[in-house]
């Protein structure tokens, strides 16, 4: 795709409309909980800032279907950022008409507003045209720098960049993008791919997609259990999905097919239930008590990932490999996040469990990127183009 980069933009005395995905959660009082997608467009805003433009952001932030709701509105953001950019920011909280107009043409170079939610205005999900024009008319340059809402053909993201003639992306979306290629489009061999969660449904197309792709197939989590069903091997109590066995070895034999292989668990780590840590015991894949689940992956299967993580130069991971919210059964994912950490290999980490279960483990730095998307990330995978990334190609 033929897509500008910001630091191509002459942004001196120009207005930036800037799409930025500030969907953070909120505690009861309203906190922000977790600040990572804001501090994730510092640099962007910075650059933005120091050129000479001034700011106006647009984001979402939960589901309001297309009317205000007090709780989701983003002025805790607004304060945040200003803390963060050492700076004031704006909060222009009036309806999109006229008076919001025209606060936003009185700005100067240097400083930012935040419009809020954009998500209250049912035009935004509906991709309406008109409303898309109406934010153009914002700005002289629009700069979208939100890839977490990149899959979604919105307003804020699509119909507006067929009104102004300068669009572009920002840093995040740009590293998003070169990551992407790097592991996907353009990766160093051999390729191996960690797939994870809970359920092979949300999945298939991603999985079908990326045995195009790799040389190894890595597979863990409670979606384990459903390729073990389709190799007839008793599963006890663990997590199936029962309408996706076909499913399951469907892939198995597309891998076939491509010569990949696929990775599954030779141990795990079983108990009665979540609430029964105390009960937990390592036992092989083939003799999983009828009244136990898995819950993790075993020593030996973090072993034999291990052999095959070693020898990857690329590695994509989309999914945690066993119940990580209980620590008890974290320990799997922990102990390949430190070998992929140490691998030396270039290593993408996307989806928003797999993002929690790499932060939670410790070794987060030790990545080489970690995507801000939880369903764009997926919808890469999948092999999809991204709505708000086609329109930035002009």
Same mark, same amino acid.
């Given at each position: 795709?033929?897509?500008?980069?910001?630091?191509?933009?002459?942004?001196?005395?120009?207005?930036?409309?800037?799409?930025?995905?500030?969907?953070? +959660?909120?505690?009861?009082?309203?906190?922000?909980?977790?600040?990572?997608?804001?501090? @994730?467009?510092?640099?962007?805003?910075?650059?933005?800032?120091?050129?000479?433009?001034?700011?106006?952001?647009?984001?979402?932030?939960?589901?309001?279907?297309?009317?205000?709701?007090?709780?989701?509105?983003? @002025? +805790?953001?607004?304060? &945040?950022?200003?803390?963060?950019? *050492?700076?004031?920011?704006?909060?222009?909280?009036?309806? /999109? *008409?006229?008076?919001?107009?025209?606060?936003?043409?009185?700005?100067?170079?240097?400083?930012?507003?935040?419009?809020?939610?954009?998500?209250?205005?049912?035009?935004?999900?509906?991709?309406?045209?008109?409303?898309?024009?109406?934010?153009?008319?914002?700005?002289? !340059?629009? /700069?979208?720098?939100?890839?977490?809402?990149?899959?979604?053909?919105? %307003?804020?993201?699509?119909?507006? =960049?067929?009104?102004?003639?300068?669009?572009?992306?920002?840093?995040?979306?740009?590293?998003?993008?070169?990551?992407? &290629?790097?592991?996907?489009?353009?990766?160093?061999?051999?390729?191996?791919?960690?797939? *994870?969660? !809970?359920?092979?449904?949300?999945?298939?197309?991603?999985?079908?997609?990326?045995?195009?792709?790799?040389?190894?197939?890595?597979?863990?989590?409670?979606?384990?259990?459903?390729?073990?069903?389709?190799?007839?091997?008793?599963?006890?109590?663990?997590?199936?999905?029962?309408?996706?066995?076909?499913? %399951?070895?469907?892939?198995?034999?597309?891998?076939?097919?491509?010569?990949?292989?696929?990775?599954?668990?030779?141990?795990?780590?079983? %108990?009665?239930?979540?609430?029964?840590?105390?009960?937990?015991?390592?036992?092989?894949?083939?003799?999983?008590?009828?009244?136990?689940?898995?819950?993790?992956?075993? +020593?030996?299967?973090?072993?034999?990932?291990?052999?095959?993580?070693?020898?990857?130069?690329? /590695?994509?991971?989309?999914?945690?490999?066993?119940?990580?919210?209980?620590?008890?059964?974290?320990?799997? =994912?922990?102990?390949?996040?430190?070998?992929?950490?140490?691998?030396?290999?270039?290593?993408?980490?996307?989806?928003?469990?797999?993002?929690?279960?790499?932060?939670?483990?410790?070794?987060?730095?030790?990545?080489?990127?970690?995507?801000?998307? *939880?369903? @764009?990330?997926?919808?890469?995978?999948?092999?999809?183009?991204?709505?708000? /990334?086609?329109?930035?190609?002009?």
């Amino acid at each position: 795709m033929a897509i500008q980069y910001l630091d191509k933009l002459n942004l001196k005395g120009k207005r930036a409309l800037i799409r930025v995905d500030y969907n953070v +959660p909120y505690d009861k009082s309203m906190n922000i909980t977790d600040d990572t997608r804001i501090t @994730a467009t510092l640099p962007t805003l910075k650059y933005c800032i120091e050129n000479g433009a001034s700011l106006v952001l647009v984001s979402h932030l939960g589901r309001p279907d297309g009317k205000p709701v007090p709780s989701m509105s983003l @002025a +805790p953001v607004a304060r &945040r950022l200003a803390e963060l950019l *050492g700076r004031e920011v704006k909060f222009f909280d009036e309806p /999109i *008409g006229e008076a919001l107009k025209a606060r936003v043409d009185a700005l100067k170079a240097g400083e930012v507003a935040l419009l809020e939610n954009i998500r209250f205005y049912p035009e935004e999900e509906k991709n309406d045209d008109g409303f898309g024009k109406w934010l153009a008319s914002l700005c002289d !340059v629009y /700069i979208n720098d939100a890839f977490a809402a990149a899959h979604r053909g919105h %307003a804020s993201n699509e119909a507006v =960049t067929r009104h102004v003639k300068e669009c572009a992306a920002g840093f995040l979306l740009e590293h998003e993008i070169e990551y992407f &290629r790097k592991a996907m489009v353009e990766p160093a061999k051999p390729v191996t791919a960690i797939i *994870g969660g !809970v359920k092979i449904s949300t999945k298939i197309e991603a999985l079908k997609n990326i045995i195009k792709k790799v040389d190894y197939l890595i597979i863990g989590g409670g979606m384990a259990f459903t390729f073990f069903k389709a190799k007839d091997v008793a599963i006890g109590k663990s997590l199936l999905e029962k309408d996706h066995v076909s499913t %399951a070895r469907e892939i198995l034999d597309l891998a076939k097919q491509h010569k990949v292989e696929i990775v599954l668990p030779v141990d795990v780590v079983v %108990a009665p239930g979540l609430d029964s840590p105390d009960k937990k015991k390592i036992v092989p894949i083939d003799q999983i008590p009828d009244d136990m689940a898995g819950l993790d992956v075993g +020593p030996k299967t973090v072993e034999l990932y291990g052999s095959i993580i070693r020898k990857s130069k690329t /590695i994509v991971w989309n999914g945690p490999l066993g119940a990580f919210e209980t620590s008890a059964f974290a320990e799997g =994912t922990n102990a390949v996040a430190r070998i992929v950490g140490d691998s030396g290999a270039l290593s993408v980490i996307g989806g928003g469990d797999s993002v929690s279960a790499i932060n939670q483990s410790g070794y987060a730095e030790k990545m080489s990127y970690i995507s801000t998307g *939880g369903g @764009a990330f997926l919808e890469l995978l999948e092999g999809k183009t991204l709505p708000a /990334i086609a329109a930035l190609d002009k």
